[in-house]
Nanobody, 119 residues
């Protein structure tokens, strides 16, 4: 079993930056893919950015050029640097992980951290 704990959410003004971090514990040797999803008010949960054990990355079109995902394979941590934040980035952000590199859905989820972008 794997546990994921996020940190770094909060309130930020439009154009500001935040950095989210996620640490995995438990059976971390089983983890390959890691990343971030989000769910905004009244919206469906959506992929933000994910990365594989080979450090390939995938981003949602809406965050390309503004967000950067990074990971530490040895420690099984993943971070999300968010710049030029917009009100539409307001959401609960979830850290995700999975034993396979390209899962159709992620097996492990954190409890979520709130990001609020105010105008």
């Amino acid at each position: 079993q794997v546990q994921l704990v996020e940190s770094g959410g909060g309130l930020v003004q439009v154009g500001g930056s935040l950095r989210l971090s996620c640490a995995a514990s438990g059976s971390i040797s089983s983890i390959n893919a890691m990343g971030w999803y989000r769910q905004g008010p009244g919206k469906q949960r959506e992929l933000v950015a994910v990365t594989t054990s080979a450090d390939t990355t995938r981003y949602a079109d809406s965050v390309k050029g503004r967000f950067t995902i990074s990971r530490d394979n040895a420690k099984k941590t993943v971070s999300l640097q968010m710049n030029s934040l917009k009100p539409e980035d307001t959401a609960v952000y979830y850290c995700v992980a999975d034993p396979v590199d390209y899962p159709s859905w992620y097996e492990y989820w954190g409890q979520g951290t709130q990001v609020t972008v105010s105008s």
